[in-house]
């Protein structure tokens, strides 16, 4: 399978627990995003790095969330001290530098139950 | 900045049945806009996208949508509903450079047999 994957599929965790997900991109993509989404709602972005640079961080990334993607392949999103509004879907997407129209090619998710 | 509004959370319709469901934007500069599939249990999938080329724009599954500047709208349509169209929908618009999408709340549409 030659998609956007992510482990682990589905976490819970206790509130004050530091929790990682990991995002494999499509292997020639060059910019990879990290969204959220809440039940009911859309997808939120919350950065995006184009190799191994980060480029832009959403409002919405506290402090207690931090992202790297330190060879310009793979990237992890961790969350430090979990809150119960952390609770959400967590989701990768990769595209292609050159293809500049925003086409996102996106992971199953990585599912967050804070407890 | 930019914005999507999709009208109506829910929409039901019975099979062989029109399928119409609404987005709306906003944006500052020419968009891009994107209609994404979510099934339960799966990752997003592209239906189709408008890139300034023709204002019709055909997807996968038989679904199209029309970019009409004079309205801000990208509305999707299908002219017979399937029961294996039972997901959620989602519209999204882009700026020039691509650097990041930004969705609508989402419409799950219901199939009826």
């Known amino acids: 399978d030659t998609g956007v994957s992510q482990d682990p599929r589905h976490k819970i965790t206790k509130r004050g627990q530091n929790v990682t997900f990991r995002c494999d991109p499509i292997s020639e993509h060059n910019r990879l995003y990290w969204y959220r989404q809440t039940l009911g709602q859309g997808p939120e972005f919350l950065t995006y790095f184009q190799n191994e640079a980060q480029l832009e961080k959403s409002r919405l990334l506290s402090d207690r969330f931090s992202a790297e993607r330190p060879k310009g392949s793979f990237s992890t999103l961790e969350i430090q001290r979990t809150e119960q509004g952390d609770s959400a879907m967590y989701l990768c997407?990769?595209?292609?530098?050159?293809?500049?129209?925003?086409?996102?090619?996106f992971g199953e998710g990585s599912r967050l139950t804070v407890l | 900045a930019q914005s999507v509004t999709q009208l109506g959370s829910h929409v039901s319709v019975s099979e062989g049945a029109l399928v119409l469901l609404r987005c709306n934007y906003s944006s500052s500069v020419p968009p891009y806009l994107f209609w994404y599939v979510q099934y339960p249990n799966q990752g997003l999938q592209l239906l189709l996208k408008y890139t300034s080329a023709a204002t019709l724009v055909k997807g996968i599954n038989g679904f199209e949508a029309e970019f009409k500047k004079s309205e801000t709208s990208f509305h999707l349509t299908k002219p017979s509903a399937h029961m294996s169209d039972a997901a959620e929908y989602f519209c999204?618009?882009?700026?020039?450079?691509?650097?990041?999408?930004?969705f609508g709340g989402g419409t799950r549409l219901m199939v009826k047999p």
């Open positions: 997407a990769s595209s292609h530098g050159q293809d500049n129209t925003g086409e996102l090619f």
């Open positions: 999204a618009v882009s700026d020039h450079a691509g650097n990041m999408l930004t």
